[in-house]
């Protein structure tokens, strides 16, 4: 069966920002040493002064050069959430394959998870409310304090043949603080239409988009 990989982007990537850099080549690496058999890069048009360039194009010229194996490279370009990125990621999936690994940065792997068990798996707000105090529950009967299991997230989480693989992008409290508050209104905006159409509408003001 055919491996999967799929990248979420932030921003049209140059190679001037080292961080998205670093990110990427890390991605392309694990592509071409796990014989990764379908790309999909994840990202839509979120520059105004580049209207028809998309993030996934922009990831795509950088990683073409590099990804040394056969991969297949799709392209979601219609995405401005990180909802959105898994939501419309989907049809380029066949769940009923060996593995399927999501790229994201540190921060985000339980709120990607919540998208993947939500779009991809149909799994109710309680079923995942389940899963995630499940997993946190088999943590705490090894003795791990609330801070280990943070440092186990970060290594990545998984459901089925499913896994969200974070890559250490951030390291500022701030953006930490201010990415838990947006986490909170994305997740909860899947159960609430007004909310989910102010997000879009506070996303688009954000990156000047109309």
């Known amino acids: 069966m055919t491996n999967y990989a799929v990248l979420l ?38 520059d105004p002064k580049q209207p028809h360039r998309s993030e996934a194009m922009s990831m795509a010229e950088y990683l073409k050069p590099i ?3 056969k991969a297949q490279i799709r392209l979601e370009n219609n995405s401005l959430t990180s909802s959105q990125n898994i939501e419309f990621s989907k049809k380029f999936i066949d769940l009923n394959t060996d593995s399927i690994t999501i790229f994201c940065d540190n921060i985000r792997p339980p709120k990607i998870m ?17 899963y995630f105090i499940d997993y946190s529950l088999e943590f705490y009967k090894k003795h791990l304090t609330t801070e280990q299991i943070g440092k186990e997230l970060s290594k990545g989480i998984s459901y089925k043949n499913v896994k969200v693989k974070p890559y250490h992008m951030r390291t500022d409290i701030d953006g930490a603080v201010s990415n838990q508050i947006a986490s909170i209104l994305e997740i909860n905006s ?8 102010k997000l879009v509408r506070t996303i688009k003001i954000k990156f000047g988009l109309k």
């Open 67 to 69: 990804i040394k194996s």
């Open 9 to 46: 982007g932030y921003g049209l990537f140059d190679k001037t920002k080292v961080k998205y850099k670093r990110y990427l080549d890390n991605f392309a690496s694990f592509v071409n040493e796990h014989k990764v058999g379908i790309v999909v890069l994840s990202g839509g048009k979120t």
């Open 190 to 197: 899947l159960y609430d239409k007004d909310l989910e159409r």
């Open 114 to 130: 919540w998208y993947v068990l939500h779009y991809w798996f149909h799994l109710n707000k309680k079923q995942i409310e389940d």
